[in-house]
């Protein structure tokens, strides 16, 4: 019994997700926080902001050189973007398939972009692409102490005993 919460424990990570501007502004709050929560995922921290320029280009700081980097960025810091960290058993890949293909018109159905999205620059919501870039967001977005640790009465249910 131990030994198994120890080997669940060691599998759990953290993702950062936000919802950018066009989502918020299209009411689809709800929709996406939904989707990570019916999966089974644990939102540990959240909050309204609306990022600077200058935040948003850290936030980007690896697309600097593409041609839509700026675009972006004045899109990022445009309104209020929802910033969340949700945990769980490999959320960081499986949050992006939750998500989809970057481009909406490449996304499958049924995931929140292809659903919910249709161009590339307005395509809703960001999530981490690896273990490192999480980390790096989850700091950059988030100081540690906003992070909220607890168990939910959930979880037995969602990974067993
Ligand atoms: N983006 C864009 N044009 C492109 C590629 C990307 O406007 O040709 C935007 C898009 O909003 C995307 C963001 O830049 O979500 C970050 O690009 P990335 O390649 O990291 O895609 P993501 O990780 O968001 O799927
Ligand atoms: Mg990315």
Redesign the pocket.
Known sequence: MLQEQEAHAAQMEQTFIAI?PDGVQRGLISEIVSRFERKGFKLVAIKVVVPSKEFAEKH?H??KE?P?FN??CD?LSSGPVIAMVWEGEGVIKYG?KL?G???PQKSEPGTIRGDLAVV????II??S?GPETAKDEINLWFKPEDLVSYSSNAEKWIYGE
């Open positions: 950018k980007y690896d697309l593409r839509f675009g972006l899109f992006r998500i293909a970057t481009d590339v620059g307005r395509n960001h999530g692409d």
